[in-house]
Every structure is written in structure tokens, then in C-alpha cells.
């Protein structure tokens, strides 16, 4: 890893909602936490908790030196298309296996309820 970076995942014990433009689309009591140098904690989601009917993959990818490969998915809802709103690691490498599978969404877009706060949205650029 880059000197100073580094990642931290930790399952939680937290009850996350995520809506978009006022639908929920996920609801979860079993987040896993991915903390990041210089980003937003970022709440991962087992699948079984998201609305997955609304979910539609896309060919995009990327790769993080400290996660490995992502994949995405658009999100549709009422008509509207989210882009590369969720992203998963499906076999990431060792230091981020805890989050292998599930999915997370960008905090910068959605509207995040933790155990019934509603947090503010970063003003961070993109990163997943």
C-alpha cells in the first residue's frame, strides 16, 4: 500500500436505510464498514438487502490498489437512470475480502439513514 493509506473493514452493528429520490432501495442491520484514507465511510450491504429489481449491471469496471477490481450497477427507478450508482468487489484482494459480494453505494448520491440519522452527503469526489 501507498504510505500512509490505508483501509479498514469492520462488520458493524447498525441499522442503514438508503433511499434515492425519497424510495428506499435498501435496508440493512448488517453493514460492513470500509473505512478509507481521505474518503467518507463507505456502508457495504448484503445483497439480500437491496433492492436488487431495481438494479440493472453495467459493463463498467475499475481497479483500486487496495480493494482490487469493482463492478457496477445502475440503479432505475420511476424512469430515472442512476448510472454506476452501486458497485461490488466480487473477489477482492486480502486486505478487503471482508467486503467481498456486497453491495455499496455512492454516499455522494444516495440518502443515508444510520440507526435513524440521516447522515450528510460528502462533498468528496467519487472514489470508490
Request: contains cysteine; charged residues 25%; glycine residues 6%.
Amino acid at each position: 500500500m501507498t504510505q500512509g493509506h490505508r483501509i479498514t473493514v469492520t462488520p458493524a452493528d447498525l441499522h442503514v436505510e438508503v433511499s434515492v429520490n425519497g424510495v428506499k432501495v435498501a435496508d440493512s442491520d448488517r453493514p460492513v464498514l470500509l473505512e478509507e484514507t481521505g474518503l467518507p465511510t463507505r456502508y457495504y450491504l448484503p445483497r439480500e438487502h437491496v433492492r436488487t429489481d431495481v438494479l440493472r449491471p453495467t459493463n463498467s469496471e475499475t481497479t483500486c490498489p487496495f480493494k482490487g477490481q469493482a463492478s457496477y450497477w445502475s440503479l432505475e427507478l420511476d424512469g430515472e437512470v442512476h448510472d454506476d450508482l452501486v458497485w461490488s468487489y466480487e473477489t477482492p484482494i486480502p486486505q478487503a475480502e471482508g467486503v467481498a459480494g456486497l453491495f455499496c453505494f455512492y454516499n455522494e448520491r444516495v440518502d443515508l439513514v444510520v440507526d435513524g440519522v440521516a447522515l450528510a452527503r460528502p462533498e468528496t469526489p467519487y472514489s470508490r
